[in-house]
């Protein structure tokens, strides 16, 4: 279940196998757990060895489902962004939904205050979620008829 530190764990999810012992736990709940530590005490606090232990883990048993904190925090990243979204009535101005869509970005930055930090200094791809996102924002600009400069 390990992932690969060069692929997002959210596009690189592998199916429960159906031989075998399975899984105690599932990626996104482990995701979960870590935005609960990193929303209470910040991004700095959350630690494999943190993040194990609040699982009831071992830090090395938390290797078998991600490689490192960086593909944990990739997956908070995108577990935070749901999607996919709509952002108003699609019959509504670029305008409107635009700024819908930010109104939805501020209240991310302002319920999980890493966030930025996460974003910011990340080395991975965008994960499926926050690419959709991306992709509705530059839909809407995409309406607005503006031109590069």
């Known amino acids: 279940m390990k992932e690969s530190s060069h692929a997002h764990p959210a596009w690189a999810r592998k199916p429960v196998p159906s031989r075998g012992p399975k899984p105690s736990l599932s990626i996104d709940k482990i995701a979960q757990i870590a935005i609960h530590i990193a929303d209470a ?12 232990r609040e699982l009831g883990l071992t830090t090395m048993a938390i290797y078998r489902y991600f ?9 908070m990243i995108d577990s935070v962004v749901e999607g996919p979204v709509q952002f108003g009535r699609p019959s509504s101005a670029w305008n409107v939904r635009l700024k819908e869509w930010a109104r939805r970005c501020l209240a991310i930055y302002l319920d999980h205050p890493w966030f930025l930090e996460a974003t910011t ?3 991975s791809l965008m994960g499926p979620n926050e690419l959709s996102w991306m992709e509705a924002a530059l839909a809407m600009l995409a309406e607005s008829g503006l031109k590069p400069k």
Request: hydrophobic content about 45%; charged content about 20%; aromatic content about 0%.
């Open 41 to 52: 005490e910040g991004l700095t606090a959350l630690t494999m060895q943190r993040l194990a």
């Open 67 to 75: 490689s490192g904190k960086a593909d944990v925090i990739a997956l």
């Open 121 to 123: 200094s990340r080395q």
